[in-house]
């Protein structure tokens, strides 16, 4: 390609990425924003298709450079990439005085990783921030970016977040010990100024994903995206060949129907025929695409069968089987999810719904159960709007990021 075309080609990026930059408005600042270290020269930003990595990535440049051009914004969607590679384009780049390179959707380009490894190699000067899939493996042994990329996760939106995005509130998170040792003082702090159980259910049938936001609908929308997760993050990174994809699908769709419970591994096997280390290694995939949760009784982890199998956020439930969504399933999905971020979640016992952390035993309660007290364990109270001693709102569990 001859200079002026690479330069025109150059501009046009420049274009695109002064147009998204303008044009970007994050309802909600992501708490991530601080708590990822800039300095670190190869950054990479995983997350569940759908929770707003994109607009992650233009925040970060409307906040730092606006249209400085010593910051740009490519999307591997580009089809100029499936004609250069990431490295020329960063040395060219770097030689108009670009200081800091953000790659939306990394993944889609060939030898990413490799490319990568290069530029940070080569471009000492460069910044590279990247955003992909959470089926990526960044840190995980034979990694080529293992020991030089800083990994991050963007997750969906909290309960808190959708709060504050609801009712213009900056309500902070809070950590688990807070919660445990506060939660009624917290309580009537935030009561005061809004009533949280008037916007619960909203949240747990929409909330999580930022796109609820938009003007289409959100179902239609989230089981699109549900298709993306599986067809993209799940066939294209894992290497699965197409005429596999119905079965993947298939299973999905029978554990959402089965509810959260122990997976009969044979029994799926059987309905979407193929071996039971198979499905074991599809339901992994699943958990790694951020379409399920596996519990597991402490110590034990995948390979092994996992004691409950959990959609991963409650809005999926509403999406795939919505004639059969149990509250009691709900609630402890929502729990669960809002957990998983920070701490570990293992299957409780007779007196508990889950061990947290391998030490807090916790029951999750609907309105209609009556909790039995016992020592020791902490009762998650749905529609209670104040709680008292070991029983908690179950709502200020969305207060956690």
């Known amino acids: 390609m001859s200079p002026k075309t690479e330069r025109i080609e150059m501009e046009s990026f420049y274009r695109t990425h002064a147009y998204l930059v303008e044009h970007t408005n994050a309802p909600v600042r992501r708490d991530l924003m601080d708590e990822i270290d800039w300095n670190d020269r190869l950054i990479g930003i995983k997350g569940t298709r759908g929770v707003g990595k994109t607009t992650f990535l233009l925040q970060y440049a409307k906040e730092k450079f606006g249209t400085d051009r010593s910051c740009l914004f490519i999307n591997m969607n580009n089809f100029y990439f499936s004609g250069h590679s990431i490295v020329d384009f960063a040395a ?143 066939l294209l990174i894992k290497q699965i060949e197409l005429k596999y994809l119905s079965k993947i699908k298939k299973l999905l769709y029978l554990l959402a129907v089965d509810g959260p419970k122990a997976p009969n591994v044979s029994q799926l096997a059987n309905d979407i025929q193929t071996s039971r280390a198979t499905v074991m290694n599809y339901i992994k995939y699943l958990a790694d695409a951020r379409l399920i949760n596996l519990v597991y009784p402490k110590g034990e982890e995948f390979p092994k069968k996992p004691s409950k199998i959990m959609m991963h956020n409650s809005n999926l439930m509403y999406s795939i089987y919505p004639v059969k969504v149990e509250e009691q399933d709900v609630l402890e999905t929502f729990f669960v999810n809002t957990l998983w971020k920070d701490h570990k979640v293992h299957r409780g016992d007779k007196n508990s719904s889950f061990l947290v952390d391998e030490k807090i035993p916790f029951k999750i309660c609907s309105d209609k159960t009556k909790p039995k007290n016992i020592p020791g364990v902490v009762y998650a109270i749905h529609k209670s709007e104040i709680g008292c001693d070991n029983q908690i709102p179950l709502w200020m569990f969305g207060f956690l990021y």
Not at 99 to 128: A, G, M, N
Not at 181 to 210: C, M, T, W
Not at 218 to 229: C, D, P, Y
Request: glycine share 6%; net charge positive.
């Open 92 to 234: 060219e780049f770097q030689k108009r005085g670009g200081k800091v390179l953000l790659i939306d959707q990394v993944f889609k380009h060939p030898e990413w990783s490799k490319e990568l490894h290069t530029c940070y190699d080569r471009f000492p000067d460069l910044k590279i921030v990247f955003t992909g899939s959470s089926v990526m493996r960044l840190k995980e042994e034979g990694s080529e970016l293992r020991d030089i990329v800083k990994s991050y996760n963007l997750r969906g939106f909290s309960f808190r977040e959708f709060l504050n995005l609801q009712t213009g509130m900056k309500f902070r998170a809070y950590k688990l010990e807070e919660i445990l040792k506060n939660h009624e003082q917290i309580a009537k702090g935030i009561i005061s100024k809004v009533r949280p159980l008037d916007y619960l259910q909203d949240y747990i049938h929409h909330g999580f994903y930022p796109f609820f936001l938009e003007k289409r609908n959100f179902s239609e929308n989230l089981l699109k995206t549900m298709n993306m997760m599986v067809e993209v993050d799940i």
